[in-house]
């Protein structure tokens, strides 16, 4: 089992910058795979970006060059750097973790952008 925590969304000014933070538990977060997606309401869940235990990383191409996921296994946190932020990135942010085939999900924590 592994329990998810996001913390730091708020609302901000577009071309503003934020930084997300979910605390995961359990003594294997090094081997997990994490993510951070988005939902806009009336819209499906998307992936933002993923990072495997090895540190590879990838992103939508619409925060490109934008966001920047991180992790720090010694904290069992992964964090979603988010710059520039725009309007259209207005959603509640979900972290996600797969350990051993399953898939773990925070409670979200919602981003507002406003124009």
């Known amino acids: 089992q592994v329990q998810l925590v996001e913390s730091g969304g708020r609302l901000v000014q577009a071309g503003e910058s934020l930084r997300l933070s979910c605390a995961a538990s359990g003594s294997r977060f090094s081997r997990d795979v994490m993510g951070w997606y988005r939902q806009a309401p009336g819209e499906q869940r998307e992936l933002v970006a993923g990072i495997t235990s090895g540190g590879s990383t990838n992103y939508a191409d619409s925060v490109k060059g934008r966001f920047t996921i991180s992790r720090d296994n010694a904290k069992n946190t992964v964090y979603l750097q988010m710059n520039s932020l725009k309007p259209e990135d207005t959603a509640v942010y979900y972290c996600?973790?797969?350990?051993?085939?399953?898939?773990?999900w925070g409670q979200g924590t919602q981003v507002t952008v406003s124009s």
């Open positions: 996600n973790a797969v350990r051993y085939g399953y898939a773990y």
